[in-house]
């Protein structure tokens, strides 16, 4: 067993989720499951590979461009108001849970 | 003339031809949905006024005798991760079950200033994850060709719908294989582009250096069509790339005499079920007599491919659903209690069982202590995979193999087996990982007459190519 039920506990805790009884204990068992399969990934020595986080890194880009020169179409001007006029607030606002028609409203953070 | 079975070159002459009308075309759709849809489950949500609307309006031009544009009047679904202005938008989630969005994504808004006409919005596994559908909030999709099985996943409402002519074409979303797995076990064509190739604007995000907008359709050449009208440079996403669109469809019908077809061993080994293997090699056979020279290439890391992704897909994942906390927009659990009280209530009535089973393990896999072991490993081995195409990619011009071990399964039969569902996607998720662009189209059927899809892969940006064999691969056949 790689994940305890505390473990599952802690991460439930960061991910904001709270879990019933049963779900952790099917969580112990399902990420035990997965964890154990992906442990094959350590049979290949990747000590000189470099981490890939996207495509877009390497293709579809100006490959005779070095650096932030490569992604310089994905940029733009620094104006207020630019590309992206944001909502009018009231469409903002329509699709929360609960606002005073000016904010979000959630439940009291500071407790005094 | 039957109006539901029209490809979008044949109903677009129709209408441009006057021999029907946009509208009469999206009421026959209408119909035929509420005919046939109860027992197949792939829409969640009709927009009859706003198709309506659109027909009228494509209508008046074709009265006028004035040019149509590529796809007017052509009546398409749109997966419910897609978000479309002023119309529900769910996810497959009960987490926004409420959520009606107030603006459109760039996919959308492309194939409406194309003329087509958007029927409502098809179901899907939640938040994209699953393959087989039934991990949707709200009913399982059924798979048209034996209802008893299902239609696969992610985006199984985009492609049941195609195959039972509830649309003529779909937008769907592809992560690890979510549009060429169900294509294959529906008996339709899917595509998803290279990364970067279709803006993700609007797009419902799964795991974002993984996720693609691309589409379902009847023939290869609607879906060149399909994929010149969404494709191209969008600067509300950054990662849509910069690259020229030609005219997919003037380019299907090139010769493929001469080309290159690499076939990877991986990807006929344990597992291929015997019959799909038997209709893939049948294809590949179809494509050495169309004059393509079949070549050996390997992809040595392909075991390694599952495990690299659902890794790097839950990572994503769980960074990426952490928005969806009750505050601005879909649901918020009732009762008292804190903030943070009222975001884990709220998280856990919201999402279901798999969606919170991937939040779980991609939080697990970028927690202190585990990072370097698990997520940046899989991004190392992330970089092992693409080289792998990348060498193969300079012996061949495609390369060709089953989409999935195994036609359609049955409802139910791997809900209870998270590893065994995900073993689904060996075929399709390193397409994902690399960014390279992949197409299933349908090469026959089993015993049982479940179709088996054969899929074709290319270089980067190399879609009129895949595009060119699957062409002539189903004129032949």
Excluded: W
């Excluded at chain 2, 490993?377 to 011009?397: C, I, P, W, Y």
């Excluded at chain 2, 059927?445 to 054969?454: H, S, T």
């Amino acid at each position: 067993m790689k994940v305890t039920e505390k473990e599952v506990s802690h991460v439930a805790d960061l991910a904001n989720l709270e879990l019933s009884a049963e779900e952790r204990n099917r969580m112990v068992r399902d990420l035990n499951s997965i964890l154990g399969y992906v442990e094959s990934l350590n049979e290949l020595d990747t000590s000189e590979v470099a981490p890939m986080a996207q495509v877009s890194d390497r293709y579809g880009v100006d490959e005779s461009k070095e650096g932030s020169e490569r992604f310089a179409y994905a940029s733009r001007d620094d104006v207020r108001e630019g590309l992206r006029k944001s909502f009018p607030r009231d469409v903002a606002l329509a699709n929360a849970p609960d606002t005073d028609g000016t904010f979000f409203e959630v439940p009291k953070v500071i407790e005094r | 003339m039957n109006l539901t079975g029209l490809t979008i070159d044949s109903a677009r002459s129709a209408i441009a031809e006057r021999k029907t009308s946009a509208t009469a075309l999206a009421e026959s759709f209408f119909a035929k949905i509420a005919s046939d849809d109860p027992k197949i489950g792939a829409y969640l949500m009709l927009s009859q006024e706003r198709a309506l609307a659109k027909a009228a309006a494509i209508d008046r031009v074709a009265e006028k005798g004035e040019p149509l544009p590529p796809l007017a009047g052509v009546p398409v679904g749109i997966k419910d991760v897609l978000v479309t202005k002023g119309l529900r938008t769910t996810a497959g989630s009960k987490i926004l079950g409420n959520y009606v969005p107030p603006y459109d994504s760039m996919a959308v808004v492309r194939l409406e200033a194309a003329g087509a006409v958007v029927l409502g919005k098809l179901n899907c596994d939640e938040f994209a994850m699953g393959s087989s559908n039934e991990n949707s909030a709200f009913h399982p999709v059924h798979n048209p060709r034996d209802l008893t099985r299902v239609p696969g996943g992610s985006s199984g409402g985009s492609a049941a719908a195609v195959a039972a002519d509830m649309a003529v074409a779909t937008l769907g979303s592809d992560t690890g294989g979510s549009i060429r797995q169900p294509a294959s076990f529906c008996g339709v064509v899917g595509l998803k582009p290279t990364y970067g190739r279709v803006s993700r604007y609007g797009l419902i995000a799964f795991a974002s250096s993984l996720d693609h907008v691309g589409c379902f359709s009847k023939t290869v050449k609607d879906t060149a069509i399909m994929l010149r009208t969404i494709a191209g440079r969008d600067p509300m996403d950054s990662t849509s790339a910069d690259v020229p669109v030609p005219d997919y469809a003037a380019e299907i019908d090139r010769p493929i005499q001469g080309l290159k077809v690499g076939i990877a061993k991986e990807y006929f080994g344990e597992g291929l079920e015997s019959e799909t293997r038997g209709a893939i090699e049948a294809a590949i056979q179809k494509l050495a007599s169309l004059g393509c020279d079949i070549v050996d290439v390997s992809l040595p890391h392909t075991k390694y491919a599952i495990p690299a992704y659902y890794l790097v897909a839950t990572a994503e994942a769980s960074s990426n659903l952490a928005r969806f906390d009750g505050v601005r927009y879909g649901f918020r659990a009732k009762g008292g209690g804190s903030l943070s009280e009222m975001y884990r209530r709220t998280r856990d009535q919201g999402f279901g069982s798999e969606v919170k089973r991937r939040i779980m393990l991609g939080t697990y896999a970028l927690s202190a202590g585990y990072y370097d072991a698990y997520y940046l490993k899989a991004q190392r081995v992330r970089t092992l995979l693409t080289r792998d195409f990348e060498e193969a990619f300079k012996k061949v011009d495609v390369i060709v193999g089953p989409t999935s071990p195994t036609p359609a399964f049955k409802l139910g039969e791997k809900v209870d087996d998270p590893l065994a569902m995900y073993l689904a996607d060996i075929y399709t998720v390193t397409a994902n990982l690399a960014g390279i662009p992949g197409i299933s189209i349908p090469v026959g059927a089993n015993q049982d007459r479940l179709p088996v899809g054969m899929q074709i892969f290319g270089k980067h940006f190399a879609e009129g190519m895949i595009l060119r064999v699957a062409n002539a691969y189903e004129k032949a056949a």
